[in-house]
C-alpha cells in the first residue's frame, strides 16, 4: 500500500512561507523558513529546507501565530531550488497551524460548487 493509499485526508495544494524548528541529522539545532505544500489537518510537505533530517525526527513548525510538532515520514534531496524536501505528520495532540486557512479554502469551494449547481 502506497503512502498517498494511507492517508486519510486529501493534501490541499499550497506555498505558505512557514518557520522550522528542530535538530538536524548531526544533532545541532536549527530555525529556518521552508514552504508548506500539499498541507492538510494532519501535514504537509516541507520545501526549501537546507539541513538534512531523517524519518522519524521530530520537528516544530509555526505558522503565523500558531505552531505544532511534526513527525518527519520522508526525505529527499530535490537538487533544486527546493533543496531537502520532507514530509511531515503532525501529532495528534497538537493544533493544526494551518487550520483556518483550511476551512477558509474548504468554505470556498462550497460556495463555488453551489453557485454552479443547477437550481
Do not use: H
Not at 533544486?80 to 469551494?109: G, H, M, S
Amino acid at each position: 500500500m502506497s503512502i498517498i493509499e494511507r492517508r486519510s485526508e486529501q493534501r490541499v495544494p499550497a506555498a505558505i512561507e512557514v518557520r522550522v524548528f528542530g535538530l538536524d541529522a548531526e544533532g545541532t539545532r536549527f530555525e529556518q523558513g521552508a514552504i508548506a505544500a500539499n498541507i492538510s489537518f494532519g501535514g504537509a510537505l516541507l520545501a526549501g529546507l537546507a539541513q538534512t533530517l531523517r524519518p522519524s525526527d521530530l520537528v516544530v513548525v509555526r505558522y503565523r501565530q500558531k505552531q505544532a510538532c511534526f513527525r518527519v515520514v520522508w526525505t529527499r534531496n530535490s537538487g533544486n531550488e527546493r533543496k531537502i524536501q520532507a514530509a511531515v505528520q503532525r501529532r495528534e495532540t497538537d493544533e493544526c497551524p494551518w487550520e483556518e486557512l483550511l476551512a477558509a479554502r474548504a468554505a470556498v469551494a462550497r460556495i463555488y460548487k453551489e453557485s454552479r449547481a443547477e437550481p
